[in-house]
């Protein structure tokens, strides 16, 4: 029985998108619009207006996958760099920036510059906010401040109850969609903190919580071995890790936004 060539087209294309799924991806979907969701909570009056205005009435969630949706567009191929910043093990940020080039660190400062100056057209002005909503949840995924020589774990691979995958992914997306609770429940969800708690989260700037994010890397990498079998006990130790993480992200993205359309 002959095909016609399109058919063969669209089996190469679809194996070709899920062979390259687990490659270089950030929190899943799920988690972003969790971070961004729980940020909305956050957000004074004035932001509110703002931000509604610029995004033309869509929320932070819906926007906060942006930074992925157009990865597959080679005109936005040159901020591939922005998702992700690799410190080596001794060194800090300061001692190592102007090597690094663009990178989650310089990129989140970039979109607040960028989103503080009024000068700045409003086109530009929802790109940089859309992309900021969605690198902050970056930064809350401690293997997106990873080891280069491994792609922040994309090349440690792993068994997620028996399916192929690596130790990145399963930070990224496994254990939320494991969990199976939508991200405005997940955010509904989150852990009751007092004012004085969200303070101390939200104390220091960009580089101060890249370097939170970064103190836990080692417990992540330290976590699983190459090949290893993850199951239920991993979800039991860590998935609270992840929450943790995705509710930070949150509370400090809303203390960004309000420093912007203050």
Request: with cysteine; hydrophobic share 35%; proline share 2%.
């Amino acid at each position: 029985m002959q095909f016609p060539r399109y058919i063969f087209f669209l089996f190469f294309l679809l194996a070709f998108n899920f062979s390259n799924g687990n490659t270089k991806s950030d929190w899943g979907k799920n988690g972003h619009r969790t971070t961004a969701k729980i940020a909305e909570g956050y957000l004074k009056g004035r932001a509110k207006r703002k931000i509604k205005k610029l995004l033309e009435g869509k929320s932070l969630a819906l926007v906060s996958t942006f930074g992925d949706d157009i990865k597959s567009d080679p005109e936005y191929r040159k901020y591939s760099r922005w998702h992700y910043v690799n410190i080596p093990s001794g060194k800090t940020y300061e001692e190592v920036k102007d090597e690094l080039g663009e990178n989650l660190i310089w990129a989140i400062q970039e979109c607040v510059s960028k989103l503080k100056d009024e000068n700045t057209p409003e086109k530009e002005q929802q790109f940089f906010l859309k992309m900021l909503v969605h690198l902050v949840g970056d930064l809350h995924q401690p293997l997106h401040v990873g080891h280069a020589e491994d792609k922040g774990g994309n090349d440690i691979d792993v068994k997620w109850f028996n399916k192929s995958t690596n130790l990145h992914r399963v930070w990224d997306s496994e254990m939320i969609e494991f969990f199976d609770m939508s991200y405005s429940d997940l955010a509904r969800n989150e852990a009751e903190l007092s004012r004085q708690e969200v303070k101390n989260i939200q104390k220091g700037n960009v580089l101060d919580w890249a370097m939170d994010s970064k103190n836990l890397v080692a417990k992540v990498y330290a976590s699983a071995e190459e090949d290893e079998k993850l199951y239920y006990r991993y979800m039991y130790d860590w998935f609270g890790v992840v929450r943790s993480q995705l509710q930070k992200g949150g509370i400090r993205l809303a203390k960004l936004l309000n420093e912007i359309y203050a």
